[in-house]
């Protein structure tokens, strides 16, 4: 079961009902800055992470004094659209994600720490996407130009590794390698400790590139990271 840290109290709670019943995720990005994209791009790993768990999940952001622009920046990020606040069915749950610091809501709630510098780098969004999800969403990120080379990097190396793997039979993801992604997601959505098992992934002599390839495609349903993208592309 997926758990947050619940910001009122400091300690885990879970997600969802324990009877998986519609869960109400809520993301206050009142500002178009980058804390506010790193809100929503945490409302949207949390949305993923249920829907992995079999939880239906309704996705509403509070209002925003430039939702047009906010909308367009979290388009780009790959963060799927949220509905107005309000709408939707009644839920059996709300989870808020909210700004560290900010005013508490009644509920559970997870607090989203500062990204820096104020204005994003949306030169190229998967790299600034994946620069955010390599620090947890408790740690104060800083997005300089040597983190988003490194993301940059990252994203290249990874995207031709897949795209090389899939060439390859098709072998199932290891039952041992899928219990530690879910457990990295389903703990406070533990973006880094995904990307960790990926890393080790890579190095790992024992998996057949087929394993690593489905293992890659598996982990990108949360991490939406479009690792698949290079696929028939000239080796």
Not at 82 to 94: I, K, L
Not at 142 to 169: C, G, K
Not at 181 to 186: G, H, I, P, S, T
């Amino acid at each position: 079961m997926l758990r947050i840290i619940d910001a009122r109290t400091g300690e885990p709670a879970p997600a969802a009902p324990a009877r998986r019943a519609p869960t109400r995720v809520v993301a206050h990005a009142e500002e178009g800055d980058t804390t506010a994209l790193r809100v929503l791009l945490v409302a949207d790993l949390l949305v993923r992470g249920l829907e992995l768990d079999g939880t239906p999940v309704w996705a509403t952001a509070a209002d925003s004094p430039e939702p047009g622009r906010l909308r367009e920046r979290a388009a780009a990020l790959g963060i799927r659209p949220f509905d107005e606040a309000g709408a939707g069915p009644g839920s059996g749950r709300t989870v808020h994600v909210l700004r560290a610091g900010g005013p508490l809501p009644d509920g559970p709630a997870i607090a989203v720490a500062p990204a820096h510098p104020a204005e994003p780098d949306l030169a190229d969004p998967d790299a600034l996407r994946l620069a955010l999800l390599a620090r947890h969403h408790h740690a104060r990120v800083e997005l300089d130009p040597a983190a988003l080379d490194d993301a940059r990097d990252t994203l290249a190396r990874l995207r031709r590794s897949v795209a090389a793997w899939a060439r390859q039979p098709s072998r199932p993801v290891p039952d041992e390698v899928r219990d530690r992604l879910r457990a990295a997601w389903e703990d406070d959505l533990d973006a880094p400790g995904v990307l960790r098992v990926l890393r080790a992934v890579e190095r790992d002599p024992g998996l057949p590139d087929g394993a690593r390839f489905e293992i890659c495609a598996y982990a990108d349903r949360f991490l939406a990271l479009h690792l698949t993208r290079d696929l028939g592309a000239p080796a």
